[in-house]
């Protein structure tokens, strides 16, 4: 039955409309794409081989391959190798994650994807401002080509930021700019990889997009699990060849712990003992609305921590700036391209004029009363599920509660132009039950927050 | 003698002024910066271990590493694994060439190393009110993640450009935007290993930077000699294993020669025989002064040729924006970081508004004319000398005489403060002689230029 099922789809991709409507990549794939959104192909859907479909077709092997290409590239299907290309989004899934969606893709109407600030807020006349006064007052030495590590000016000044606000013990030459933090993990993969280490451990759950570019770079990622004090540092003994390991102490994403006083110092301990290093994700560590700032790892040992940060979730993640800080041994291995020049000095004049400060504690007001207003609304409409870090952070976790299918609600609130997401996502290996579901509360304006919440309600009812 | 004149010259690192100077790393790097400018301690005097060092001032090694390592990252020292530290630079040589300054240093007063456009022509004001106006009317959604080949809106608008102006063949789903050629380099050298090849083909003399990234991704640089018609492509069939290789087709770097019509039919017919790789560095193609634009390679084989280009050597390196045009296959393999997606939209509207082509006509008539200046000048004060590749791009080449020593020249003449470079810097194994200067005359304002030539032929004298 499945195989007459699947057959039956392809169906669809072999009546690609008239030759003058375009060249025939371009109607394949927008065909392909159609019969995506439209569900007649649903996710997990294999798509014949490329050469099958090229001769059904009576076309080039190569017009169908792009035409895949260009759907994997934009999320519509999913390529593994060895085992074909199928259907990774359906039009009764949700939205795809903030982080995953293409920049062409409009935000869906309520937006509860984490990984974005609140967009609506970001400072564009202070910034084009700021932009406007650098490209006056930069030299023409500064115009040609950057410095390695970025501007000076700009690391000086993210070095006293992040000891004065992190507790973080670095100097300007141990910080190196960078695109983002996924580009941060890449070269440092890299790096690790050419130290003759090839595994990385990540917490489980995490955030899967970092994996990715692990598994990219060559190099293993090692699942370690989470618990309500973060990472479970006393399972590191059994893994002997482990020597690099990825943490967000701050505030564990997804599932909000903070990682706990002895587990520090034990993680610590334990990368002293196998002379590796910690890679810190400082992620959205700005915004803690309970209690005082958690400092990070780094500040306690510098020379065994690499700490990442990024302008993604605090200003917007379409800058392209982040920074690290790292071994003062890593910092030359870890430099190549940076951000342009006159952005990074825009930044620079942002920290030193202290537009920034003001930005994050504005934010992070408004990001405490926002998320008051969805733990209200969650509490009143779904008041017998659980939530999770809502100590800090732009996200919180909504536990379901055992035989709940939360793929199901994320495809029933999808229906209703709500966009979450589904917490097994974020694990190597997700777990059979309980499910839950991350709740992006940054982007999404409080006005919208009562509808929002009370459509998720009506789509956990149905599911 | 050598060993004690090496060995005298390292007591002047013991040496490190009053504790209440700093702390003793800084000490460390302010005077082995200041013996390295000073003269104390010449190009390729090897650095004491690190280790023996630290005895010796009484330290710890990481001091005396995290010294070594910053001045490495300044281009003072130069880190060789396996055969230690040496001096790179010395007050006598010339100035870095200008893609290896770090931002920080100063143009020189006479700046003729190659590398850089004219940085007083940036269009600082025209730039900023493009950057203005894309603040204002970029969505939200374009303010989140961007998309990772680039924003379409440029892509589109560069694959237009390259198919109008240099006889591309491109789509907008084949371009992808990224920070620099280094790192479009440095991104398919990944791949490369990816599919199981370590080595790649480079012109001889070629830019040495490219090399240095390949070596870095763990690919080997296979050098190729060059004579009057570009790449010895006759050459290839003795390298049974190579199946990639980077050329200027258009302007040889830093001969100046063009690929002759021949060798581009014979290169293409190579790549399709070994199944390989094209990588072409259109660096400054635009700038042709005598006859018509020599069109791309990718034009003729879009399946077998990977086009490199980047803003920096028409508008500045600084900008951090590059892209290229790949087989379809590839884009989604060499998709990372992007630049910020504002400037990305303000690169796009100086495309559609045609200030990106008036710029270029602007520039491309500035550099004739600032050419004719030089040559006019250089005929004259050293008539002897033969000058090659001026009938494009934004440097020549001086060829000197058998038995003038090219390193003494560029030494005499950064003297005098006028930066040339070296040509021998350019070859993986330089030959004995004749050596030869590169002259870049870009970002050297007119008025400089007799001066400028005055001093070089001086120093030239001296030599």
Not at 254 to 273: I, K
Not at 314 to 320: D, E, F, I, T
Not at 438 to 457: C, F, H, K, Q, W
Request: with cysteine; hydrophobic share 40%; charged share 25%.
């Amino acid at each position: 039955v499945a195989t007459s099922q699947t057959k039956l789809s392809w169906d669809v991709l072999l009546d690609l409309g008239p030759p003058e409507s375009g060249p025939l990549h371009e109607r394949l794939k927008n065909t392909l794409r159609q019969a995506v959104t439209r569900g007649q192909l649903r996710e997990g859907t294999m798509l014949p081989p490329s050469r099958q479909l090229a001769l059904d077709l009576g076309c080039s092997r190569a017009t169908v391959t792009e035409a895949y290409g260009q759907l994997v590239a934009e999320g519509y299907l999913e390529a593994r190798t060895g085992s074909g290309t199928r259907v990774r989004w359906t039009r009764n899934d949700s939205a795809p994650p903030a982080s995953e969606r293409p920049a062409s893709a409009p935000l869906p109407r309520f937006d509860l994807a984490p990984g974005l600030p609140d967009l609506r807020a970001f400072p564009r006349a202070a910034w084009a401002r700021a932009q406007a006064t650098q490209l006056t007052s930069i030299t023409d030495a500064e115009l040609g080509y950057p410095a390695p590590g970025g501007h000076l000016r700009l690391r000086a000044l993210l070095a006293d930021h992040l000891n004065r606000a992190r507790g973080a013990n670095t100097r300007p030459d141990t910080i190196v700019v960078c695109p983002s933090v996924t580009e941060a993990v890449r070269r440092i993969c890299g790096h690790l990889r050419r130290l003759g280490i090839d595994e990385l451990g990540f917490e489980e759950p995490g955030w899967s997009r970092l994996r990715a570019v692990a598994r990219s770079a060559g190099v293993t990622p090692v699942p370690i699990p989470v618990d309500g004090d973060g990472l479970r540092v006393d399972l590191l003994a059994r893994l002997p060849r482990l020597r690099a390991v990825v943490v967000t102490p701050a505030h564990q994403y997804p599932s909000g712990s903070v990682l706990a006083p002895h587990r520090r110092a034990d993680l610590l301990a334990w990368a002293r003992e196998r002379d590796g290093v910690i890679i810190e994700d400082d992620y959205d560590a700005e915004f803690r609305y309970d209690r005082r700032p958690v400092g990070t790892l780094q500040g306690m040992d510098d020379s065994r921590v690499l700490l990442l940060k990024s302008l993604s979730k605090v200003l917007s993640p379409a800058l392209g700036l982040g920074w690290m800080a790292v071994p003062p041994l890593w910092a030359a291995e870890l430099r190549a391209s940076t951000p342009s020049t006159p952005d990074q000095l825009t930044f620079a004049s942002f920290l030193s004029s202290g537009a920034y400060d003001r930005h994050l504690r504005a934010s992070r007001l408004r990001y405490r009363r926002r998320r008051d207003l969805v733990v209200t609304h969650l509490t009143e409409r779904l008041p017998h599920l659980t939530i999770d870090g809502v100590a800090a952070g732009l996200h919180l976790v909504l536990r379901l509660p055992p035989g709940v299918d939360a793929g199901a609600v994320v495809a029933e609130a999808a229906h209703d132009e709500v966009a979450v997401t589904n917490l097994a996502g974020s694990y190597e290996q997700p777990p059979r039950s309980p499910g839950g579901l991350i709740l992006g509360y940054a982007n999404i304006p409080d006005v919208s927050v009562p509808e929002a919440v009370a459509r998720l309600a009506a789509a956990y009812a149905r599911a």
